[in-house]
């Protein structure tokens, strides 16, 4: 569920694509490339630094993302999510997520298969990284391809100040575009 309490000035809209549709077109044009991820699993990396950085989309140090400042319990909770830290000179960590399916089939979905991963985002990136999780780099022709299908798939939700969104998380990928501030989008994650 979002809330906009204070719309940008300029840009900042939700993209919003239904990700089977991802999956349909991936699997057209990469039949062997997605099975050959899909079994293999994808490992994500992300540096997370030790306070918020307001610079960054993520935000978060790793004080904030764990919920506390005791590095032992930062690693028990990350365990119980299922990743490794790796403290850093300075006082960040890397997290390790191993490995994660490319895409999933949810209940109450027709048995469709969503494309439920953060590949595009994580690869190649300065604080992030999405690998197979036999240490092979995935093709950039495949994280490219992805990219643009995901963009000519998706809808722009531009907000306005009151507007409510509801959306199935596990069924639609959504983002954020760049805007001028100030902008106040809130989230509130349901199971």
């Keep these: ?14 993209p919003l694509v239904p990700s089977f549709r991802v999956t349909e077109r991936m699997l057209e044009e990469f039949p062997e490339a997605v099975e050959e991820v899909e ?4 490992n994500y990396t992300l540096t997370a630094l030790s306070t918020n950085d307001t610079s960054s989309i993520r935000g ?32 960040g960590v890397k997290t390790v997520f191993y490995p994660q399916a490319l895409t999933k089939v ?10 439920f991963n953060a590949v595009v985002g994580m ?25 643009q299908i995901i963009e000519e798939e998706s809808i722009q939700f531009k907000w ?13 990928l959504h983002g954020r ?8 989008v809130l989230v509130a994650i349901c199971k």
């Excluded at 949810?106 to 494309?115: E, L, N, Q, S, V």
Aim: glycine share 12%.
């Design 39 to 42: 079994a293999k699993g994808v």
């Design 123 to 147: 690869h190649g990136k300065e604080t992030s990284s999405a690998m197979l999780a036999d240490g092979t780099e995935i093709p950039e022709t495949f994280v490219k391809r992805c990219e």
């Design 106 to 115: 949810y209940d109450g979905r027709k048995g469709r298969r969503m494309w």
């Design 60 to 91: 978060k140090g790793w004080e904030d993302a764990f919920g506390t400042p005791d590095k032992a319990e930062a690693e028990r909770r990350a365990k119980a999510l299922g990743m490794d830290l790796e403290w850093l000179p300075g006082g």
């Design 177 to 184: 575009r760049t805007s001028l501030p100030p902008r106040k």
């Design 160 to 172: 306005e100040k009151g507007d409510v969104l509801f959306l199935d998380n596990m069924a639609v």
């Design 1 to 14: 569920m979002f809330f906009c309490e204070i719309p940008p000035p300029e840009g900042g809209q939700t």
